[in-house]
Every structure is written in structure tokens, then in C-alpha cells.
């Protein structure tokens, strides 16, 4: 053979060792290890691995391994895993928030003080508190999992291997010790049942076994790569670490060392080569680090990869782009036929059915989703878990729900506990039937030395295209004002100078104009007694003026709401509209020194309308600054009642600030009136923040005490107020922890400073 010959021998053989990993079949295996949002990094991994040209044939992992694992085994690219991952939806799945736009709370109920919920399950001669097992709401994970995995899971007929590349993944099967091994089935279960870290996510069930985050009993798979696929090479992407010692005060970390068993995380250098990433500053939920922890996951990657280049598989990225795009081909449309309803009897099947009713022959993923967020919002529903099935013969999915509904009946606790006299208790008991329509019966009771109620409530709710809402309740309260206003806890209080007991009939009926909001009508009946002195230098054996209402109320109002939190909002906006026609007859007594003495009686008809419009938005201005907006009007035609004092204590409130609900307020009231204010917001966590607010209040004609008598102010707009807040505020799992200042202008007691753990919140009057 001639020099040349020799040559193209040469180069030919060198040519087929360098291709040897693609030509001859070399196959390698990448494990991903667990580790919350630090399992991000895998994604850095992955790019780095993708840009060397090397192949990874199969794929393990375990929790947020399984999850990059499970993308890249469908075809998704690093870039597209990035843009996921990043996204608000992706920290909505670690948080269980519902998106804006899938929030239905046009069946919100009246806002209580109640802090912890607890369902009751009565079952025979047993009845169980049904205590929440997870911290982090279930419904949006299980849908998002579902809607990113149904069509490669119909793609590779339920066969692991039959994906782009053949996954594996793990859970824990903690009532056997041992770890359990998902080769087939759906995709999403698999996913769903790895990740399922102990206290913070539901547990997956999965052939009648409870399922947790495979990290408990095998953290780092690569041995479930060796059975399974047997690969000449493994290549390890390593973000966790062994346990660290439990702090006392670190509940997480001890139970991270109470469940996580140790795992190996050496693969044996004659088997492959694991990647480490150190990422101690990265917590198990901080997923907005994604961009940081995918960018150290590629960095070190890079580093290590001249290691182990020379032994791992390899492929031309032509290659690797024509194997995902022809896998791509096969991914069926996400569109559903039949809906399945699993979990309920037949009556209760009627009422979702047509509660979720659907229009024409298929229903796409997008419409799948709004409808099962109106369901996983009902009152009585616990869980809904979603599961596509495609049908080979429609060629569409089948929805099946399983439908868990919470127990009969429900207990309510809460209040609030202040550095002031305004402390409360909350109690609130609830029974719900569902059938073919759905009731729900409702009992609470507040206690305090200020305010004191029962509210006894009846809500029926008529499944139909346009569903139809309707609320009966009876409502008694006792209000108490002091003449110290806002009195300190360790103060001794005088009698109350004002107290107004009151008893309602209210009913409401109305439908749904949006996912947000409702459009109602209805008649409330209201008996009023008001007690009061008119002065506040009045002696204790001082006989109190007395003025009784009998006041009918015909209202119709529209209201939207997608406020982020019922007291301390930063986020979203709600927005009230009514029209209300009030009738009545008030009728006074007049009080004195004398106790003994009857003093004049006043009997008067009133007749009014009243339009009530009020605006709360919050707009994000930077990632950290939210700024609020408040508009409150009254405009009504009420006259006076017989005297200054019953006049002020019948008249409508102006109450921008928590704080404000708890006084009486003279400057605060007026029969019609303009309030605005803006409410900056500087948050530091998503829990934690410090809140502004100037507003600005002015009575449309103010009414004004006078030598010979008292009558409203011959001028419009004569005079503004001013009211101003600056607080900290901090949401708790169970309520808000809130201190701060508040300021009134035209108030005996300007200043009020207050420490707050709870809501300061009550139960609806008969004029509202």
C-alpha cells in the first residue's frame, strides 16, 4: 500500500473513533439529582452538555430532577425550559397562586375575621378534624403538569422509553420504605408524584399507593439508569447536599432530617462522572433565582466537561435537532371530548356538569382550564385532580376529575388581638349540602367590648347557563363607641357614649357577569335602636337620648373584585357600584339627668336615594413599589334625623384604613360625600410590607351644630380633611401582623398608633 493509501486508513480510523459514540451505539445516561429550585442548574447543565455535541440517550431523576428530566425527554430545549422556568407562571406553581384572570370570585362571600379553617368530617359515629396535610395549595400545580405533559404522554403511549429519550423518574412509597420507580403510565402522575416534598405539596396517589418526593429514598438515580438502560457512560448533575443539623427554630430542616434518608451520590469512576454544583444560597423555593442558578449550572458544567469529554456518546446538532422535531411531529392537538366526574353521586354530577357546561363537540386546553378553576373555587370543594387520557378512537383526550368535597361542616376561628381596647373573638360555624343545587347554612358570632353580632346566612346556588346566586341572612350587632375614641388596653374605659344595636333581614339574588364579578339585587329590613349622650361631659346616671329606626332598602349593585388579600391588599382591584332606595319611620325620645322622667317623643318618615360607587386598585410601578388608589362616593338624598348626635350616627362613613373602622368618626361621616387617596406600597417579601396613605375627604354639605340647633352647611365643598396611615404590615399563614400610625385631621384625637395581630372586620348592616 502506497503513502497515500496509508493516509485514508489513517484518517479513516481516527474518523471512527471520534464518531464512535453515535456510529457505534456508545450510549450515555444523565441523572438528576433533587434539590427544590436549586434543581434548576440541570437546565445550565443540559445546555452546556448540548453545545460539547454530546447525546444523552436516556434520562433519570428525582423532584425537580424529574421535572428538567422529564422536559428534555420530551423535547424541549434548554431555551425553552429557560423561558418556563422564569416565568410568573412557573413561581405561581411553587406558590399554588391562581393566576388573575382564572380567579372566580363572584361567589365570594361576605369577608369575616375568621384566621384558621377547619373541615369536619362526620362519618357514622365518628367525626374528624380535617387539618390541612400541605402548605402550598395543590389545584394550580396539578393542572400546569397536566397541560405541560399530556400530549408527549399520549405521544409515547404511555412507555417512558417510547419519549424522546427514554426517562425515568422517582417517588417514595413511604408506607413500604422504599422507593418506587415510574417506567410507564402518565407522565404527569410520575412528575407529580417525585416532587411531592413532605408538608409543603399534597401527596400523590397512585394505584392505591400514597406517593411522596422521591428524594426520600433515592435522591440521585443513577442506579435505576444501570438496571434499566444499562449505559456505557453516566453523567451526574449534582445541586443537593447532605442534611445540614436542625436549628431549633428550623422546622423545615428537622423535617428534612427526619424523612430524607442518605443517598450516594459517587458514581463509581469506571461507571461515569458527576457534576457538582455548590448553590448553598439557594433555599428550596427560591425559583426567582431562576436565571442566576441555570446560568451557575452551565458555568460549572463547562468547567468540568474537558473531564469526562473523550468517554461520553456523541451526536452532530443536526442530529439532535432532527430527533426532536420528528418526536415533536407526533404530539397529538390538546383538544377534549367527554368530561368523566369521579368522586360524587349523580345529583352532584348534575351540578358540575352544569356548572362547567361546555358548548360544541370539543373543548380546548385553554377553556379546559378556566373551567377548572370555577370549579376548584366552589365552597364546598376540597380538590379537584385533573387527568387527560387520550382516546385513541375520537383521537381527542377525555377529561376525568376526581372530585374530593370537603366535609359537611366546617369551623371558623379568628379575631383580632390589639395594644387597644378593639380586641375581638371570631366563631363561625358552616354546613354544607350539595345535589342537584347547592346549599350552604352559616352561623358566626363576634365577641368584644366593642363590637358584639351573630349572623345566621342561607346561600343557595342554582346551577344553570347563567348561574343564579341567592343569599339570606339575619344579623344582630352591638356597637359601642367611647369617648376616648381608640382606648389603650391598659386604660379604664368610661361607659359608652354612642352605642347602636341593630337587626337585619338582608336577601340578595343575583348572576355572574364576569369570573370577577356579580350583578345582584335585592330587599333588606332593618330595626335600629340608638342610644347616646350628645355631650361628652355626661354623667353615668345621665339618661340617654334614644332615636329607633324601621328602615325597607331595595338595592341593586354591581361588584368586581380580585383583590390579592381581604385586608392590606397589594395587588389587584375591586370596584362597587349600587343603587339604593331606602323607606322608613325613625322615631326619638329624648333622655336626660333625670332617669325617671319621659322626655319628648318624635316620630318621622324618611324616604331616600342613595348611589354608592368605590374604587381600590394597586398598579406595580417596580418589582418592589406598588402604588394605590382609593375613590369613595356617596350621593344621597337623606335628610336629617331629629337631632346633631342621631344624625351623625345614621349617616354614611368614610373608612379608607383598617384602623378608622374602629372609630366613630365625626369627621368621617356625612349624608353625601368625596373621598380619595393614594396608598404607596413598598413590599419586601411577598409577605412583608410598608404601607402609605394620604386621603382626602369632603362632605358634599357638611352638617354642622349651631346656636339655636344644628343643619347642613349652607356650602358645597367647604372644607376638605385629611387622613393619613403609614403601617408595616406582615401576612402570616393565619393573618396579618400589622403596626403602624394613623392621622386625623378635624378629630378630637388626632393621633392613633396601634399594634395589630388579626382583621378588623364585621358583619353587614341593613343599609349596605
Request: charged share 25%; net charge negative.
Amino acid at each position: 500500500m502506497n503513502t497515500a493509501g496509508y493516509r485514508v486508513l489513517i484518517l479513516a480510523l481516527a474518523s471512527l473513533v471520534y464518531f464512535s459514540g453515535y456510529v457505534n451505539g456508545q450510549k450515555t445516561g444523565l441523572v438528576l439529582s433533587g434539590g427544590g429550585a436549586k434543581g434548576l442548574a440541570h437546565i445550565g447543565v443540559i445546555k452546556a452538555l448540548e453545545e460539547e455535541g454530546i447525546e444523552i440517550d436516556y434520562v433519570a431523576g428525582t423532584s425537580m430532577g424529574a421535572i428538567v428530566g422529564a422536559l428534555y425527554a420530551m423535547g424541549y430545549t434548554t431555551e425553552e425550559m429557560t423561558v418556563l422556568v422564569t416565568s410568573d407562571e412557573f413561581l405561581r406553581w411553587s406558590t399554588g397562586a391562581i393566576d388573575k384572570k382564572f380567579k372566580f370570585s363572584y361567589k365570594e362571600d361576605e369577608h369575616s375575621s375568621s384566621m384558621i379553617d377547619i373541615d369536619l368530617v362526620v362519618e357514622e359515629d365518628e367525626t374528624e378534624a380535617g387539618l390541612p396535610s400541605h402548605l402550598i395549595p395543590s389545584e394550580v400545580i396539578d393542572f400546569a403538569v397536566m397541560e405541560l405533559t399530556c400530549r408527549e404522554s399520549a405521544a409515547s403511549g404511555g412507555d417512558f422509553d417510547s419519549l424522546m429519550i427514554p426517562f425515568r423518574c422517582v417517588a417514595a412509597d413511604i408506607y413500604r420504605k422504599r422507593p418506587y420507580i415510574f417506567r410507564k403510565g402518565n407522565l404527569g402522575h410520575a412528575i407529580r408524584a417525585s416532587m411531592s416534598y413532605p408538608l409543603y405539596f399534597e401527596p400523590h396517589l397512585e394505584d392505591s399507593i400514597l406517593l411522596f418526593d422521591g428524594g426520600i429514598y433515592n435522591n440521585f438515580p443513577y442506579d435505576v439508569l444501570i438496571d434499566d438502560f444499562n449505559p456505557d457512560f453516566i453523567i451526574g448533575s449534582k445541586v443537593a447536599k447532605k442534611s445540614k443539623p436542625p436549628e431549633k427554630d428550623d422546622v423545615m430542616l428537622q423535617l428534612e432530617n427526619m424523612v430524607m434518608q442518605p443517598t450516594d451520590y459517587a458514581i463509581p469512576d469506571s461507571t461515569g462522572y458527576v457534576i457538582n454544583i455548590d448553590l448553598e444560597d439557594v433555599g428550596l423555593l427560591d425559583f426567582s433565582k431562576a436565571d442566576s442558578v441555570i446560568n451557575r449550572g452551565y458555568i460549572n458544567a463547562k468547567k468540568e466537561i474537558p473531564f469526562f469529554r473523550h468517554r461520553a456518546g456523541t451526536a452532530k446538532v443536526e442530529f439532535l435537532a432532527e430527533r426532536k422535531a420528528q418526536f415533536r411531529k407526533r404530539l397529538p392537538d390538546a383538544l377534549f371530548g367527554e368530561i368523566y366526574i369521579n368522586g360524587v353521586n349523580e345529583r352532584q354530577d348534575q351540578y358540575i356538569r352544569k356548572l362547567i357546561l361546555k358548548e360544541g363537540d370539543t373543548i380546548n386546553i385553554s377553556q379546559i382550564k378556566g373551567e377548572y378553576f370555577r370549579l376548584v373555587t366552589e365552597e364546598n370543594i376540597k380538590n379537584v385532580y385533573p387527568e387527560a387520557r387520550y382516546n385513541n378512537h375520537s383521537s381527542l383526550f377525555d377529561l376525568y376529575l376526581d372530585v374530593e368535597l370537603k366535609g359537611s361542616y366546617s369551623f371558623e376561628a379568628g379575631g383580632l388581638l390589639s395594644l387597644t381596647t378593639y380586641n375581638q373573638a371570631y366563631l363561625g360555624f358552616e354546613y354544607y349540602s350539595l345535589s342537584d343545587i347547592y346549599n350552604r347554612l352559616g352561623l358566626n358570632l363576634y365577641f368584644g367590648k366593642n363590637y358584639s353580632s351573630f349572623s345566621l346566612s342561607h346561600r343557595i346556588t342554582v346551577p344553570q347557563k347563567k348561574l343564579l346566586l341567592i343569599d339570606l341572612s339575619l344579623t344582630g350587632y352591638s356597637r359601642n363607641y367611647f369617648t376616648s375614641e381608640v382606648t389603650s388596653l391598659f386604660e379604664q374605659t368610661v361607659p359608652a357614649y354612642i352605642n347602636r344595636r341593630e337587626s337585619n333581614f338582608r336577601t340578595s339574588f343575583g348572576t355572574p357577569v364576569s369570573n370577577n364579578s356579580v350583578i345582584r339585587t335585592g330587599l333588606n329590613f332593618s330595626w335600629i335602636n340608638d342610644r347616646y349622650y350628645r355631650e361628652f361631659d355626661f354623667e353615668s346616671d345621665d339618661r340617654q337620648d334614644e332615636t329607633n329606626y324601621f328602615y325597607l332598602t331595595a338595592k341593586l349593585f354591581y361588584k368586581y373584585n380580585n383583590l390579592n388579600r381581604k385586608q392590606y391588599s397589594t395587588e389587584g382591584s375591586s370596584t362597587y357600584a349600587g343603587l339604593y332606595y331606602n323607606t322608613g319611620l325613625e322615631r326619638y325620645e329624648e333622655g336626660g339627668a333625670d332617669t325617671l322622667s319621659s322626655g319628648e317623643i318624635f316620630n318621622k318618615n324618611h324616604n331616600w336615594f342613595a348611589l354608592k360607587f368605590m374604587n381600590r386598585s394597586y398598579i406595580e410601578i417596580t418589582d418592589n413599589f406598588v402604588l394605590g388608589s382609593l375613590v369613595d362616593m356617596v350621593f344621597s338624598s337623606k335628610e336629617l334625623s331629629n337631632n346633631y348626635t342621631a344624625s351623625m350616627i345614621d349617616s354614611y362613613k368614610f373608612e379608607p384604613t383598617a384602623m378608622s373602622k374602629t372609630l366613630f368618626g365625626y369627621s368621617l361621616r356625612a349624608n353625601s360625600y368625596l373621598g380619595a387617596g393614594l396608598i404607596p406600597v413598598y413590599k419586601f417579601t411577598g409577605n412583608m410590607h410598608l404601607r402609605g396613605g394620604l386621603y382626602l375627604f369632603a362632605p358634599v354639605r357638611r352638617v354642622e351644630r349651631t346656636e339655636t340647633g344644628f343643619g347642613y352647611n349652607k356650602y358645597y365643598y367647604n372644607q376638605l380633611d385629611a387622613i393619613g396611615e403609614i403601617a408595616a404590615v406582615y401576612h402570616t399563614p393565619v393573618g396579618p401582623v400589622s403596626a403602624g400610625l394613623n392621622y386625623f385631621s378635624r378629630e378630637r384625637q388626632k393621633l392613633f398608633l396601634f399594634v395589630n395581630f388579626g382583621y378588623i372586620l364585621f358583619n353587614k348592616s341593613g343599609l349596605e
